[in-house]
């Protein structure tokens, strides 16, 4: 059974350039979520989104920050026109399908190093 | 609203020694908690949580928590630490009526041989 996948698990970017950042979620889970982590730091919410659907964007910096979640393919959490701040390790964690009272742990990813040169 | 919170920056402990990892929640609802750890590196893994039932909830590697629903707290505990115990633990909460998880800020576990 593979986990989440996540790829690339390193990214080097300079600023102003794009980064695209891709998360497999476990076979058979509809539901993904976006965390960023700063070094020493814990987990902050970004966006959780289901096949095609944004739920809860809420954590997502209102510019230049996107995320979806098609029907066919990985997850990609989008940043355009990088800037030092956004170094950090970006993570993926996905569910499975259920209604609000599923009591499944989320399965992380082992997350994207994000470096703004 | 919802949170988590983890009062220790940073727990020490000698190896064979209990330990304790504190955390306290607040939610509108019937609480959904869990625990997971991190080593570097890589994501975290989960490692235990209580859904409704046992107020003590055993898990991954030794690992257990205690469900206090009066002091709002989710503590995680090990009634002997190893070394390769040392990692990030993050306390994770989740309100019944909603699909959001809210993690603490993590608490560092160095166990010392």
């Known amino acids: 059974n593979a986990g989440v996948m996540q790829n690339p698990r390193h990214l080097v970017r300079r600023r102003g350039q794009e980064a695209r950042l891709r998360c497999s979620p476990v076979?058979?889970?509809?539901?993904v979520y976006w965390y960023r982590q700063l070094p020493e730091e814990g987990l902050k919410f970004m966006v959780y989104?289901?096949?095609?659907?944004?739920?809860?964007e809420s954590g997502m910096p209102k510019e230049r920050f996107s995320a979806e979640f098609p029907k066919e393919g990985p997850s990609i959490l989008r940043i355009q026109q990088v800037v030092r701040g956004d170094s950090a390790a970006y993570f993926c964690?996905?569910?499975?399908?259920?209604?609000?009272?599923?009591?499944?742990?989320?399965?992380f990813g082992d997350g994207t190093r994000l470096s703004i040169l | 609203a919802q949170s988590v919170a983890q009062p220790e920056d940073q727990v020490n402990v000698a190896e064979g020694n209990p330990l304790t990892v504190k955390c306290t929640y607040s939610?509108?609802?019937?609480?959904?908690l869990f625990w997971y750890v991190q080593y570097p590196n890589r994501g975290l893994q989960f490692l235990l949580k209580?859904?409704?039932?046992?107020?003590l909830v055993k898990g991954s590697y030794g690992f257990e928590a205690e469900f206090n629903k009066s002091q709002t707290s989710f503590h995680l505990k090990k009634p002997s630490a190893l070394v390769s115990d040392s990692a990030l633990y993050f306390c994770?909460?989740?309100?019944?009526?909603?699909?959001?998880?809210?993690f603490g800020s993590g608490t560092k576990l160095n166990v010392k041989p």
């Open positions: 964690a996905s569910s499975p399908k259920g209604t609000a009272s599923s009591n499944q742990p989320q399965h």
């Open positions: 076979k058979g889970h509809s539901h």
């Open positions: 989104l289901q096949k095609e659907n944004i739920i809860d």
């Open positions: 939610v509108s609802g019937n609480p959904y």
């Open positions: 209580y859904i409704t039932g046992d107020n």
């Open positions: 994770a909460v989740r309100d019944e009526n909603f699909n959001k998880f809210y």
